[in-house]
């Protein structure tokens, strides 16, 4: 079987790399990041936050009805952009390129498909990231705000984009699609605004957090409070805890991927390496293969940012009323929903879970599996192989 | 299928219980541990420790051609006490209790079953526990090792082993039996002692680490290492990085659980629970649940030696030498690998991997999945579903 995978995976990595280099090298869809503020947000809460900014962007045009909007919500370390390049010598496009664009499965030549930084990014230091979040000025103190910013959920995300379309005079969305995170923002949007969602596509994604999902994403918080430049969240003034986040994206790095496609592309364990046998502390080709890109990526993310959107996981069940069944109760979408059958960090249960309960309320979600080796990023790099599905769902 | 696996769980908890209830409470083996000292000893990275004292204990008798011994290895969290209770009224009985006894799958009626405690076992402070570490006093400076302590791999735990029972007169293993860490030991053993090893049985095992599960195994290093009071290893004076030690014990109990059987035991997650939403660093039931018993095993376990058990796993290769196939090449024990099918931690490809070399070399090595709702602890808590193939594998 494991051979059979790794002859998958070659497949699949040639079709990418092909996909990628074709549609890359064409004519790439130049996009550009927009910013939108508005003021005296209560969030679920019940707390007050005076100016919340978020970035967004857009492709293909809004019709004069304002009726053809397709909005894509993003996962936990990713951001609003989904399709194209900013510029044209960008390496690499949006990271769902592969299904959004002129004729894609997401077709913009039919749809005006936009996307927002949720409140909270992970990355706020990266240059295309607009967010509003701790590491943000509180205008009450002209200080970042650290962890007195209010603790914010998903309902809070998806409020947001709310405001974000209401100022453009969107009251109505053809579709919300999102993978892991960006699926229970989907989700939760079905239930916030029934009337506004037709449909709603779930890729990687969950009904609820259960308690052994609560407790691996509270590893990825342990690194950066044990981190002692964290400070308990304060420490805007000096160093950031820049350790304990390398950590926490190595970890989500990790349990994102599945065994086949890491052991593909890491470096092959050394048999008895000098470096590790002489301590404990010292590093191997492996480990250096995992930290390496978090240590690089770390500076654009922010620990605090990390731990706020933690917990906004940590408090998800659609609806964020009394149970998940309360809350499908509301959703009048019809409803697609794509886990990836070697997905370990949201396995294929979760989605299920929602399915089933969506089925017993008589309604009748879509139900299929993205196949791959990539694991939980067959939500990402496995897409293409949806797509037909996904067109079908979105223009049926 | 999830249903399935509910109801599956129900009947195992109530066979479980019931076995245990009735196993323990009418005649527990009682056994005694022993401490066994030697000097001198050399590791594979050609260190020196002037001193090795580890614990052991037996169950049976040694027969007079000292032929009738059964090893057991134990796993990354375990000792010695793998059957019997120490009192009457101990709580529990040993981790393989449901298997080792008289008349059992391994039959102390007519082997001699003995375990030892590794070095830099993970809990030297618990008082059933024996093991020379860096928590150790190093007699060359009267002060506990700390970081000095030479990094020591699963041969070295093998090769004290064999000194235990060099020391006894024992020259042959009828087999070796280990689950986990204890699996690498076992294989470990037939790579290192050839003609001393008849059988080898490995649980919940693996051939050699691959990069996915070095990198998996790192993680669990990484909250001690960043603990405060972890300082580089030099904490015997001071306080313990008891928080960073919490979450890494936490960490392995969450992995080494499948989702159905964590869900099922931990408290239901709360819908907007007050505390989570007004601090990030607020805990919920959930967490408690997890975190808890982390928090009291955490006194009884030493962080330096986490980090050394999570080295010498993540540099197994079995028999250390070029790679698995020339390790491999060696074995000449008849061999049962019994990996568990929803394992999240070493899964079961892990095991096919050395189980496909080995049948490429023209050995037969035999392949059972055990089933079961615990992952990773199937290979503790749904043992007794194996007791007929352990059984008629070791006694034929």
Not at 42 to 55: D, F, N
Not at 86 to 101: E, K, M, Q, S, T
Request: hydrophobic content about 40%.
């Amino acid at each position: 079987m494991q051979r059979t995978m790794i002859f998958i995976v070659s497949l699949f990595t040639l079709l990418l790399s092909y996909g990628c280099h074709a549609q890359t090298e064409t004519e790439p869809m130049l996009v550009e990041k927009n910013s939108f503020t508005f003021t005296d947000y209560t969030t679920l809460g019940g707390e007050v936050i005076p100016e919340v900014t978020v970035g967004w962007e857009s492709y293909g045009e809004l019709n004069a009805d304002k009726d053809n909007v397709i909005l894509i919500t993003h996962f936990f370390s990713g951001n609003s952009h989904a399709a194209g390049k900013y510029a044209a010598d960008d390496v690499l496009p949006g990271y769902w390129d592969a299904i959004i664009g002129p004729g894609k499965a997401i077709d913009t030549n039919k749809y005006f498909v936009i996307s927002s930084d949720t409140l909270v990014n992970a990355f706020p230091h990266d240059p295309n990231v607009i967010t509003t979040g701790p590491a943000s000025i509180n205008p009450a103190t002209g200080e970042p705000y650290g962890l007195d910013f209010p603790v914010v959920t998903i309902r809070d995300f998806v409020n947001v984009q709310y405001e974000l379309l209401q100022s453009m005079g969107i009251t109505k969305l053809h579709a919300v699609v999102g993978a892991s995170m960006g699926s229970l923002q989907a989700l939760e949007w079905s239930i916030a605004y029934p009337d506004m969602v037709e449909r709603m596509v779930s890729v990687i994604g969950a009904g609820a957090m259960d308690a052994w999902t609560i407790m691996a994403l509270e590893h990825w918080a342990r690194p950066i409070r044990h981190d002692p430049n964290w400070n308990n969240g304060d420490y805007y003034d000096g160093e950031a805890p820049l350790t304990g986040v390398t950590s926490t994206l190595a970890m989500i790095t990790q349990q994102a991927m599945h065994p086949v496609i890491m052991n593909l592309r890491a470096p092959k364990p050394e048999v008895l390496p000098q470096a590790a046998l002489e301590s404990v502390t010292n590093s191997t080709p492996v480990l250096d293969y995992l930290f390496a890109s978090s240590a690089t990526r770390a500076p654009l993310a922010d620990g605090n940012h990390l731990l706020y959107l933690v917990r906004a996981n940590q408090l998800f069940v659609a609806g964020h009323n009394n149970d998940l069944a309360s809350g499908l109760a509301k959703v009048k979408a019809k409803t697609l929903f794509l886990p990836a059958t070697n997905d370990l960090l949201l396995q294929p249960y979760l989605a299920k879970q929602a399915v089933t309960e969506l089925e017993r309320q008589g309604k009748a979600p879509q139900y299929e599996e993205i196949e791959g080796v990539w694991g939980h990023l067959d939500g990402l790099f496995s897409i293409p192989s949806k797509a037909a599905t996904l067109k079908a769902f979105i223009e049926e």
